[in-house]
Nanobody
Framework: QVKLEETGGGPVQAGGSLRLSCSISGEITKFNAMNWYRRPTGKQRELVASITSDGTTNYLDFVKGRFTISRDDAKNTVALQMNNLKFEDTAVYFC????????????????????????WGKGTLVTVSS
């Protein structure tokens, strides 16, 4: 099974910082990008930051200069450092791996290979008070 688990969310005052971390378990041999999305209450999900397999990063304009995405391949984690948080950053934040290739085992232990799949974590809530 491929599992993504986000940690690090919580309440914070405007101007403060939080660091979100996403732990990825499972056998993944290749991927296109690791992403952080967010969904503010009552709004649609939006892509906040991404880092491709070659390390190229991209950010939502609203968070540029304040958020930094990074990856630790040795620990199988992807992090989102969020500084100078604003009320508008309040949202549930989701970790995503896009275009993943790898292997899972079925209940009988037989390997099943997958290609080009997307996986999601369950999300972590960030609440910024003004």
């Amino acid at each position: 099974q491929v599992k993504l688990e986000e940690t690090g969310g919580g309440p914070v005052q405007a101007g403060g910082s939080l660091r979100l971390s996403c732990s990825i378990s499972g056998e993944i041999t290749k991927f296109n990008a690791m992403n952080w999305y967010r969904r503010p209450t009552g709004k649609q999900r939006e892509l906040v930051a991404s880092i491709t397999s070659d390390g190229t990063t991209n950010y939502l304009d609203f968070v540029k200069g304040r958020f930094t995405i990074s990856r630790d391949d040795a620990k199988n984690t992807v992090a989102l450092q969020m500084n100078n948080l604003k009320f508008e950053d309040t949202a549930v934040y989701f970790c995503n791996i896009e275009g993943a290739h790898g292997m899972m085992k079925d209940p009988e232990g037989i390997p099943e290979y997958f290609y080009g799949m997307n996986f999601w974590g369950k999300g972590t809530l960030v609440t910024v008070s003004s």
